[in-house]
């Protein structure tokens, strides 16, 4: 039985917090904090991978800092004029794996919760469980987007779920074909393409070394909740792992386990297969050319990314090498 998925475009809403213009370099303090030295373990560094959310001219996101009573995962508001460069807005035990602004509030999305806050003062104005099943960790939530005053969710290897804001709660679920011919495969993202569709992110589990190969790549979603799947092809475009994907107008652009990948969606649909354009990430430092690598979600400024990334160079007094979160855009 087919699934009726409606989906509809994003409403606008207001919020009053003081607004600073946004540049790409305030994300600064944020980046920096997603590479840090392991502080017992010498030569050995913990990443993050900062989520954002956006309105208007201000920018949410998270952080990962020194534990307190209320934990060590971070809301924060880029504050250029505040003390570090941000504000914090509410902490918790567990990590956060998404984050969107919608409707005047921030929504945060846990293993199998949902959680709505005041983007003002933190306040948490409510709290949905997603499923009360015990998860594997294949199964659990991995990354929202809100469209109008639905909230679609994708799931790991349970698919999708729908969070309607009129209901208060999860009203529809989608298993997207995940688990067909024995094979397992994970929704890992999920981003608007338009007012009708959805694209997931879809990373293989089983792993088969002769065709037929598993599923890896992107699958549309219409709201009628007909699919259409456009695998990654393996010799152009290697496999999709760890993404985070948007769209911006024709163009698939897709942070691959760190790696820039962009797809036209045109050409996509065309060739029935997705076949990518690989971008060099790199950056000046101390006066010579690093290569980088993209660390975590992507913001979309005037047709262009935005993102934290990491990179490394020797430090010419200690010969050690450091490794250093920066800002990419």
């Not at 994708?154 to 779920?161: D, F």
């Not at 990518?276 to 913001?299: A, Q, Y």
């Amino acid at each position: 039985m087919k699934t009726l998925v409606t989906l509809i475009l994003i409403a606008g809403s207001s919020l009053a917090l003081a607004q600073t213009p946004f540049e790409a370099t305030h994300l600064e303090p944020i980046c920096a904090d997603g590479v840090t030295a392991h502080p017992t373990k010498p030569g050995f560094w913990h990443l993050d991978q900062p989520q954002f959310a956006r309105f208007e001219s201000s920018v949410f996101a998270t952080m990962h800092l020194r534990p307190n009573a209320a934990g060590e995962y971070a809301v924060v508001r880029v504050d250029p004029s505040a003390a570090g460069g941000f504000l914090e807005i509410a902490r918790f035990q567990d990590p956060i794996r998404d984050l969107e602004f919608h409707d005047g509030q921030l929504w945060l999305l846990f293993r199998q919760k949902i959680v709505a806050i005041d983007p003002a003062t933190g306040q948490k104005l409510s709290e949905t469980v997603t499923t009360w099943e015990t998860l594997a960790d294949h199964q659990a939530a991995h990354a929202f987007a809100w469209l109008k005053d639905r909230l679609v969710i994708a799931h790991g290897s349970k698919g999708m779920m729908i969070y309607d804001a009129r209901a208060h709660g999860i009203t529809q679920a989608h298993g997207l074909g995940l688990t067909n011919n024995g094979l397992l495969l994970k929704a890992i993202d999920v981003t608007p393409v338009n007012d009708r569709q959805v694209a997931f992110a879809i990373e293989n589990l089983s792993v088969s070394h002769e065709p037929p190969f598993p599923f890896n790549g992107i699958l549309l979603m219409d709201q009628n909740g007909t699919l259409e799947r456009y695998p990654y092809n393996r010799k152009s475009s290697g496999s999709l792992s760890n993404a985070i994907i948007k769209v911006d107008g024709d163009k698939l652009i897709i942070n691959n386990w760190g790696i820039l990948h962009t797809a036209s969606l045109t050409s996509m649909k065309q060739a029935k297969e997705i076949n990518v354009t690989w971008t060099p990430i790199s950056f000046e430092i101390n006066g010579m050319k690093r290569p980088g690598e993209l660390l975590g979600d992507l913001l979309i400024e005037n047709g262009r990314i935005v993102s934290c990334a990491k990179t490394q160079y020797q430090d010419p007094e200690s010969r050690k090498v450091i490794h250093k979160g920066v800002v990419y855009y």
